[in-house]
Structure formats: structure tokens, C-alpha cells
């Protein structure tokens, strides 16, 4: 039993990455509001909607509570007295609990979780730890207490937590299946036939959803291109606004699809997701912007699986690629050992891990490399010299 609450203005990346991977080692997990609303609000301006309120869950028993950190996320977890009261009891029963960015050092800091603990945080709130305590990794696990650095780590926090309470072969297993061990190994990112993708306006990006999705790729993509001061919008291919992510989360799409088409995007991307490329394929609506957009040479962008729903229409036709390797043998013009692909104006990546990767060369592409290497200190996430 894992629960994972999250407030107005929490890190998405770190909520979702922490959930999604919970879920896949087989954890029931909680996402629970400590708002007046089950819809969330988040830093990046995702809207989410938790499974139940915090009040919910003041009787249960949790193996594991793990904080996501952002702000005021972090802040609005803090001023929770219900939440304050169950992690005062799960560390004083000498249960699992952990924290990541500004959480540890905004949140459990004041609640005095973390006396004689070796803490890490986000950069800009190291200073707000007790000095002689403070630890500067990506991950710090001190008895109980397991903390990390920001969203650009979030992996490695929900996979320590995974180890923790399930074992390392659980943790291997799952860390193969998000790219992990991809990630670290192949070239972050191929680029064939190269143009300039700079604009002289803010760059409109189209995010189509559809049930089924990778919430892990949407949020990543959404969070990392809106830190970069891109004007993104989330539009459902479904009949609602709301969609059903694979691994359970819910999303509230800004749009329509229908509403969303009236417009013109500088880039469209699909996130991945075999269920949700399917759904793409089905929508007329998004058919015809695709159509459109190349028609038009703007930018089109696929992860994972759902390049197939871009090569089923005709738009990859000579164009190099990659995919998540299950899926590879159904492209033609794969480029093997590459997280990420850009040829002309088509960007393709593998998905899961190395969206994060995506999501930055698209942000270098269309705001330059100063723009991807403060982006990715932000997330505290390693970025490729040159």
C-alpha cells in the first residue's frame, strides 16, 4: 500500500514518474488531494485528478508514503495537518516514507522528520537543511527516509523505493522496461538532414491524448516544453476531457481536439502508448492535422508507439527514426542506438526514460542550448555538453 498526495502547484513529473513505477512493481498506490478538489492543479499546469481525499486515508496503513516535491506543491503538503499527522506516524512506527525536490526541506523539515538524517533536496533549498546533514546525491536513503533532487531524478527515487520494498530484482526488471538501461548506454540524440526550428513568435505546441497513453511521456513533454516558455495544449481525441492513462492516472486535456484544430501548431507530438496510438488512428480530426502540419513543413513529433499512427499515414517516408524496441521491426529507417531522432522536422524518440531527453532537444531546437541546459538544471537533470 503506497500513497503518494499531491497538492496545487506539485512537481507533475514527480507525482506521475513515482505513481506509474509503483504501479508497475505491482503496488496498490493512492493518489490522494489534500486540496478541496480531487482536480489538481500542477506546477507545470497538467491538470490531474487524484483517486480520493487525504481525509480518505487518515486510518489506512501504508508500507510506503512518498512526497512529491514543486511549489507551492511542497508548501500546500505542509500546511495538510491530516498529512502531517499520518507521516508522523509512519516514520514514528519506523515505516517507509520519502520525499523529492523541495519537499524534504519545505515540507518534513518543519514537521522535525528529519533529525539525524542524512537529507538530499533540490539545489535551491539546500541551504534550508541542517548543514552537517545535508547530502549532495541524486538519492539519500537514511533508515526509513529516502530523498532526491528533483523531477530530473525522479526514476531513480521511485526505483529506489521500488528496491526497498519489493528488491532489487523487481527494481532491475522495471528499470529495463522504462529504457533506463537504454538510456544510459545509447547516444542521447541523432539528427539527419538539419534546419533550423526557431521561430520569431512563442512556439504553439499540440499535445494530442487519448485513453491508454504513457502519462509518463505526456508529462514529461508538457512539463519540460511549458519550463521552456512554450505555449502548450493538451487536446483529447476522446469524448471528454478527461482521459484514462495506462497505468491508471487520470488527465483533464485543456481542449477538445475538435476546438483545438481551429488553430495552427508549430509542433505537434504525440506521446506514446499502444492503446492511445490506436485511438490517434481513429480520429479524423487529428488525421487531417497531421496532414496539415506536414503538408505545411511544420514539426511533427511521435514517442514510442506511436510513430506507427505517423508511418500508417504516410508521414515517415524517408525519413529516419526510432522507437521503443518492441516496436521497431514495424518502422522502416530505424537508427539504432539513439534515444532520440531528428530528421528535417520530424522528431521521434523511444519513449518512457528518454522522453525526458525528447522533450530537451526540442526545447534546444527551438530555443537554443542555453535555454535546454537551464531547463535541465532546473529539473536536476544531466545535460550533453556542445
Known amino acids: 500500500m503506497v500513497l503518494v498526495p499531491m497538492g496545487f502547484g506539485t512537481e507533475e513529473m514527480e507525482a506521475v514518474i513515482t505513481v506509474d513505477v509503483m504501479r508497475r ?56 495537518k491530516t498529512l502531517q499527522s499520518i507521516m508522523t506516524k509512519q516514520a514514528e512506527e519506523k515505516r517507509l516514507f520519502g520525499a523529492i525536490c523541495a519537499a524534504p526541506a519545505v515540507t518534513l523539515l518543519p514537521w522535525g522528520l528529519l533529525r539525524r538524517k542524512q537529507t538530499t533536496c533540490h539545489p535551491a533549498f539546500m541551504d534550508k537543511l541542517p548543514t552537517y546533514w545535508a547530502v549532495k546525491s541524486n538519492i539519500q536513503v537514511s533508515g526509513e527516509l529516502t530523498t532526491s533532487r528533483g523531477a530530473g531524478t525522479s526514476f531513480e527515487f521511485a526505483l529506489s523505493l521500488v528496491e526497498q ?3 532489487e530484482s523487481v527494481a532491475k526488471e522495471i528499470g529495463e522496461s522504462l529504457l533506463i538501461n537504454v538510456a544510459d548506454n545509447n547516444s542521447r540524440k541523432e539528427e539527419f538532414n538539419e534546419v533550423p526550428w526557431s521561430l520569431d513568435h512563442t512556439p504553439r505546441v499540440l499535445i494530442p491524448v487519448a485513453n491508454g497513453l504513457e502519462e509518463i511521456e505526456l508529462v514529461t513533454i508538457v512539463d519540460i516544453l511549458r519550463r521552456a516558455k512554450a505555449n502548450v495544449i493538451i487536446a483529447s481525441v476522446e469524448k471528454s476531457l ?37 485511438r490517434f488512428q481513429k480520429s479524423k480530426v487529428l488525421k487531417k492535422l497531421l496532414e496539415e502540419q506536414e503538408t505545411a513543413r511544420r514539426i511533427l513529433g ?13 508521414l515517415l517516408k524517408d525519413k529516419r527514426v526510432t522507437d521503443h524496441p518492441a516496436a521497431v521491426s514495424n518502422l522502416d529507417n530505424v537508427v539504432d542506438g539513439a534515444r ?28 537554443g542550448h542555453a535555454r535546454a541546459r537551464s531547463v535541465a538544471e532546473g529539473l536536476v537533470y544531466e545535460y550533453p555538453r556542445g
Not at 33 to 44: P, Q, W, Y
Not at 46 to 63: G, H, M, P, Q, R
Not at 302 to 312: F, N, P, R, W
Open 340 to 367: 532520440v531522432v531528428i530528421d528535417g522536422k520530424l522528431i521521434t524518440c523511444k519513449g518512457f526514460s528518454t522522453a525526458t531527453d525528447c522533450a530537451l532537444a526540442i526545447v534546444s531546437k527551438l530555443f
Open 302 to 314: 511521435a514517442i514510442c508507439s506511436s510513430s506507427t499512427v505517423l508511418q500508417k499515414q504516410g
Open 165 to 167: 520494498l519489493f528488491g
Open 25 to 80: 512493481a505491482g503496488a496498490v498506490v493512492t493518489l490522494a488531494s489534500v486540496e478541496e478538489k480531487l482536480e489538481v492543479e500542477t506546477s507545470g499546469g497538467t491538470l490531474l485528478v487524484a483517486d480520493t481525499f487525504i481525509s480518505a486515508c487518515s486510518d489506512e496503513i501504508f508500507d510506503l508514503v512518498a512526497l512529491p516535491g514543486g511549489m507551492p506543491g511542497a508548501a500546500r503538503l505542509r500546511d495538510c
Open 242 to 278: 478527461q482521459i484514462l492513462a495506462s497505468r491508471a492516472t487520470k488527465i483533464i486535456a485543456d481542449k477538445m481536439i475538435s476546438a483545438a484544430a481551429e488553430s495552427i501548431y508549430d509542433l505537434i507530438i504525440l506521446p506514446g502508448g499502444i492503446l492511445a496510438a490506436e
